[in-house]
């Protein structure tokens, strides 16, 4: 298997009721970002630019592939421990992501439609997970996270 390859681990976790990790490489939030270097190694990583409660570090610029997509993935830290992932996609496989979501969080999204974006939320216990994709855009996102990294990530205080 590549380095850069997604994983989907799931027999383990669904006998014991429990939302399987969603992981790239192996890489699940809580890990070290040594971690992220080794199964990331495109990845570049360096303090955030900005102050906040959500993350200290982030890496950026990792290649990757989902699913058979190729795909951009954003890593964030705080404390040596990954809060969250932001993974990158062309935003015709949109619903490659959205199934994938679900397998992980073993429900039906919620969703939200505007002029603007289509957003697909999924939460499971103090992990969440939030697809956007937006009418007329090449590219959408999932960014995945725990606690309440989504609410303190971009807060100015």
Same mark, same amino acid.
């Given at each position: 298997m590549r380095p850069s390859a997604f994983l989907l681990v799931l027999a383990p976790l669904l006998a014991h009721g429990a939302p399987p990790p969603l992981a790239i490489d192996g890489l699940v939030l809580g890990a070290a970002e040594s971690a992220v270097k080794e199964r990331l190694p495109s990845a570049h990583c360096q303090p955030l630019q900005w102050e906040s409660r959500a993350a200290d570090r982030r890496c950026d610029?990792?290649?990757?592939?989902?699913?058979? =997509?190729? =795909?951009?993935?954003?890593?964030?830290l705080k404390g040596d421990a990954v809060q969250a992932f932001d993974v990158r996609f062309e935003s015709r496989y949109a619903a490659r992501f959205a199934k994938l979501?679900?397998?992980?969080?073993?429900?039906?999204? =919620?969703?939200?439609r505007t002029e603007k974006a289509h957003v697909q939320k999924w939460r499971a216990g103090a992990e969440q997970a939030l697809l956007t994709t937006e009418p007329g855009e090449r590219r959408a996102s999932l960014l995945v996270w725990r606690g309440a990294f989504y609410d303190e990530i971009y807060k100015v205080r």
């Open positions: 610029d990792s290649r990757a592939r989902l699913n058979g =997509v190729d =795909v951009r993935v954003t890593v964030y979501a679900g397998q992980h969080f073993g429900t039906a999204p =919620v969703e939200e």
